[in-house]
């Protein structure tokens, strides 16, 4: 509004027409495409009320077909009119005037109409003046801070956020993706700052009016997107890579946190240099920075030269970090720099195929992090975990594709979600998995160089990886990777395989349909087609590192479903496995006695030769087969039963997502007595094989048993296996008795959340204090994470209801990005979880403006909402909520019909299993 009304008071003044647009379609014209930009900001951060900037961008473009107007984009920005300029530069002087501005609010186009028409083929040189206030609301251009621990001052600093439509906010522009161009990038700032941005320093020169400023010009980037521009000014070090030869790399961060960049500035070079070689291509730019912020929205921003991270996804302190989190900053590192080639060099051409950007990452990522740390295991934890993920997500009948539609810029924010993040990567790893490494890797590296700073949608990278595959011969002829995985990027969802055997003949029958949670569903509404590749072995042949497909699961040429037979399988005293190393994402149902073969080499057999991955996948799909009643729950309970001899991390991670998804109905009910004591048979045994709560990991040969033993321990602590809540208990006493309790802490680092929400649960209010003081003495974001989710522990109604009103106050202490672990905490608590629903409930108003714009933030409130709504009442009561509260849930549209079925699923268990899951439990207690 503030925009609408400056410039109505500028044109009046200069007798010119402001209008309302007349052009109405959310994309821009085609008519103008712009060939550079020069964009001169000053920004002033000496005055904490009065943090703004302003600045000129000077942008030459060609015009591709004759028009009367130049429309782009700008939101929230004072522009001076009567300052703006048109020039022609094939001809010396000649200008071309404005006579009219017509402004879309609903696009944010910012319509120019000319005296004079622009004749296609001509270039001109547009500079328009303008500023604006450096914003609160993480997005476009705007303010952090951090308090200097010497003086306990505030700390200014400007950083810019603009993907996906944000760079409008900063300055006008063409700011869509496929309207790339190269920047100059000028800053001006006090002298005693930093300056930075997407490239290197190419001058700097004293400002010719303000004392103590300068200006600062970096050298002419590369053609790029809009979203991807960065610029920061700020009074922070950095830590320079030692790396030999590799390209200027610097991490940076506050002065008081730079001791916390010392892996991320090694680990960051090794794998951009291994990226290198996995492209084929040199990495574009001559530096790289990356730099935390200590407000930031996004877990990181992958802008091309200057990478911008929250604190917790880039700092790592070895006194206070633990293994996962130190996983989490490699994981997060090396999907950054994985977008400096996909999303960087090679641009969708519109956010549709945001896939293509953020699947990519997820997925090379892995490649990365596996590669430079192969002791970890990351590209099984990795699959597995996004395995996990969608398996849950995308059985939701409101998910959406992969390739998904965008026709409205507010829809863009949404499309950062699951789908496009981890099942992009997981089809990505199919495709790896039955292309074969030279023909995937020959495919990537030609899609790459030949959409080098351009952009590309996804049937480009499927005709570049159709000619890979068919030179490697590793598809035949008549298949093509468009056919095969436009089954798996158009369409919602994922299949179920099921498989009945014939014993006699050795043939097996296969028939797909899509899988869904809501049972309500038809079949007639589940017959969907994907082109699924085969891999399976047998008890006898155990070859599970072959993935390669044996045969494939066709469609009809009208996408309808073929049934296909397999032959040549053992006889009945023969189990057989699809989907070794669950290299497709589909869900297998075998018939009876498949599955009880099964059970009985995890229970009796030598069950360690099943690959570990297949444990896991055997696990999470009997818990979902019984879940949406396609088998019994007796069978489910039979399998996992075995886990009393399980001793590897994958397996249990996946045992553990499905009994949380049990725990939060039945934990509410009568029967939960007897869940609890069925849980504390099924850990004690690995609780004890770890070691309990004993400070063993030095001893731990493998990473992955240290998060094997981490997540044991929060489970027994939970529910009061052997030892542990005593033990952890004594850990935190041992804490509060320290002298200098944010200097020492006793409690072993892979253990404190453990230790920390036990003692809190089982605590006082003074054990609360204690750890909320020490949340606002710590320097650490990953330690104050931690902390975050362990005050919400306590069992103290009074305390919760305190604690959700510090989560939306930031001056309390918790920043506005963190305060959805807050709400979470609370929430996932059996305690607080109707006091979080019902202040969610009684506050939207307020809370949906201490998140907006971002709605994304807000929309992360609602899982521990939905996860654990189980009577039908309940779910009445939210949906009239929903109803009624429509304004103060706008940008939540997709959260909220996945959020409301969710709950429908849950009512839909409790009425059909609750029962059955209670005998069976009851019946292993006996047993």
Known sequence: MRLLLLLAASWAVLGLALAESSYNYFRLPTALRPRKYVLRVLTQLEDPDNLRFEGSVKIKFEVMHNARNITLHAKNLTISESQITLRDTSIENRKNCISSIELNTVHDFYVMHLCNQLNAGEIYELTMPFSGELNRQLEGYYRSSYTDPETNKTRWLSITQFEPASARLAFPCFDEPDYKAPFVVILGYHKRMTGLSNMPVKEIKPHENIKDYIWCEFKESV?????????????FTHKPSTLPNSTLFRTWARPNAIEQCDYAADFGPKVLQYYEQLFGIKYPLPKMDQIAIPDFSAGAMENWGLVTYREIALLYSANHSSLADKQRIASVVAHELAHQWFGNLVTMKWWTDLWLNEGFATYVAS???????????????????????????DALQSSHPISRPIEVVSEISESFDQISYQKGSTVLRMMHLFMGEESFRAGIQNYLRKFSYGN?????????????????KVLPDDYDIKRIMDSWTLQTGYPIINITRNYLDGSAQLLQERYLLNTQISRDEREFCWWVPLSYTTQAEQDFKNTAPKAWMECGSAGEMLPTKIKGLPGKDQWIIFNTQLSTLYKVNYDEHNWKLLIETLTNGDFERIHVINRAQLIDDALYLAWTGEQDYVIAMQLIDYLRREREYLPWKSAFENLKRMKNIIRQTPNYEFFKRYLQKLIEPIYLHMKGLNDTFSKVERQDQVLLKTMVGNWACQYQVSDCVPVAQAYYRAWRGEKEPDKKNPVPINLRQTVYCTSIRHGNDADWEFLWTRYKNSNVAAEKRTMLFSLGCTREVWLLQRYLALTFQPQEGIRKQDSMWAFQAVAYNEIGFHLARDYFMSNVDFIYKFYHPITKDMSRLLPPISEQTFLQSDFNDFQRFVTEHRASLKGLEQAIQQTLETMLTNVQWKERNYKQVSTSIRHVLQG
């Open 223 to 235: 053609p790029m997107s809009t979203y991807l521009i960065a610029y920061s000014v700020n009074d």
């Open 367 to 393: 490649l990365g992090v596996e590669n430079i740390n192969p002791e970890w295991r990351a590209m099984e934890q990795e699959s597995l975990s996004n395995l996990l993920t969608i398996f849950r997500r």
């Open 456 to 472: 590309a949608e996804q049937d480009n990278l499927w005709e570049s990886l159709t000619e890979a595959a068919h030179k490697f």
